[in-house]
């Protein structure tokens, strides 16, 4: 049953009630489809062929480093981070901590892709934690110009 709402088609089944409701009254809803077509099946390709240009990947990368320094180095770097963190778009005091979120992103026309991510990072005793959550889509363009023909027929054909 999956599979026939995958393709947009209506099953056998689903068909054979819509005749027998076209049979039963000439002024039924099912009367009315029966003298249609089933324009589904089309936008269902189309929209395959536009997500299948389109990649996503989404990735999770954990940031945990040593705050470096001897004892009287220590103070000063502590500082120097929490000043960094503080200094970002957006901080949070979450149990105490000072939690900064900051977000990134970067567009390359070249390749017709872009990339965000977020960064969000805070200082534990001698520690930097952190993550960056990054999210990265790729548009084949040249892929959708080359299927665009075939799309414009599809969609003129049950017009």
Known sequence: MGGQLGLGELSEAAKAW???GAEASSSGIEAVLQKGEQVVPVAVEIGR??????DTTTQFEPIYQEVPGGSSELAVRRAE???????M??????????VGFKQLSSVDLGRT????AYLVMWRQ???????????????ALADLVRDAPRLVA???SVL
Do not use: Y
């Open 18 to 20: 819509l005749r027998q």
């Open 49 to 54: 062929a536009l997500g299948g240009a389109v």
């Open 81 to 87: 981070a929490d000043a960094a963190i503080q200094g």
């Open 89 to 98: 778009p957006r901080v949070e005091l979450i149990d105490g901590l000072s």
């Open 113 to 116: 892709s872009s990339e965000s």
């Open 125 to 139: 005793h001698d520690r930097l934690i952190g993550f960056v959550f990054r999210s990265r889509r790729d548009v």
């Open 154 to 156: 599809l969609v003129r």
